[in-house]
């Protein structure tokens, strides 16, 4: 197998339909008048969570663009590694949705946050596991890619592996906070992405 160009598309169709499930879980009011008004401004946990949650979806999908950018083909592991990521950005929505629902109570929402959280250090792992097995497989990577300075990324860009398990504690403690920790992840990861020397030049076979 060493079409990646498919992988890829099936991919970003998978990203497409659960950036766009956010938006689908606020409910519209069925309020009017000025009841309206203050049905809006009741909802804004689903504000939150939806701002957060499409940072975190969009990032994803940025860099797991950058990965498959680095590559030269797939083979039948990546596509199944890939597959089970695809699996925890389909489900993210309902966390997403779980956790604007219950925000406002603590209890309900600490246990809403362990769910958020623990979808995401699932992430961080499979995702991770996905770039050790690619640098380890260097058939699979583009051959103008700097084998040794992509294997070396694999530490920086893992952090999640290390900061996501933190946050589910966080959750216990502080709904508010992991959200806020979640955010500012997504943001550390839309700078600190793949950058490898010879990136710029290394793209799938048959790339425009």
Same mark, same amino acid.
């Given at each position: 197998?060493?079409? +990646?160009?498919? !992988?890829e598309a099936f991919s970003d169709? !998978?990203?497409?339909?659960?950036?766009t499930l956010l938006i689908l879980e606020i409910r519209v009011? =069925? =309020?009017?008048?000025?009841?309206?008004?203050?049905?809006?401004?009741?909802?804004?946990p689903s504000y939150l969570a939806y701002i957060v949650s499409f940072l975190v979806i969009g990032v994803m999908w940025v860099n797991h663009h950058?990965?498959?950018g680095h590559l030269a083909k797939v083979d039948r592991t990546l596509v199944f590694l890939n597959l089970l990521l695809l699996m925890v950005v389909a489900a993210l929505p309902w966390p997403t949705a779980l956790l604007a629902e219950h925000l406002r109570n603590? $209890? $309900?929402?600490?246990?809403?946050?362990?769910?958020?959280s623990g979808l995401m250090v699932v992430h961080a792992l499979i995702y991770g596991g996905i770039w050790w097995y690619v640098t380890r497989r260097r058939q699979?990577?583009?051959?103008?890619? $700097?084998? =040794?300075?992509?294997?070396?990324?694999?530490?920086?860009?893992?952090?999640?592996?290390?900061?996501y398990p933190a946050t589910v504690g966080l959750a216990l403690?502080?709904?508010?906070?992991?959200?806020?920790?979640?955010?500012?992840?997504?943001?550390?990861?839309?700078?600190?992405?793949?950058?490898?020397?010879? +990136?710029?030049?290394?793209?799938? =076979?048959?790339?425009?």
């Open positions: 197998m060493s079409n +990646s160009g498919r !992988v169709g !998978v990203f497409a339909i659960a950036i009011p =069925e =309020e009017t008048g000025h009841k309206l008004t203050e049905a809006l401004a009741h909802q804004w950058a990965l498959f603590t $209890d $309900d929402a600490r246990i809403a946050g362990v769910i958020y699979l990577l583009n051959p103008r890619v $700097d084998v =040794e300075a992509a294997r070396a990324t694999r530490i920086r860009f893992n952090l999640g592996v290390l900061v403690v502080s709904p508010w906070a992991m959200l806020t920790v979640h955010g500012l992840l997504a943001v550390y990861y839309a700078f600190n992405h793949l950058a490898i020397p010879g +990136s710029e030049q290394a793209k799938p =076979e048959g790339a425009s």
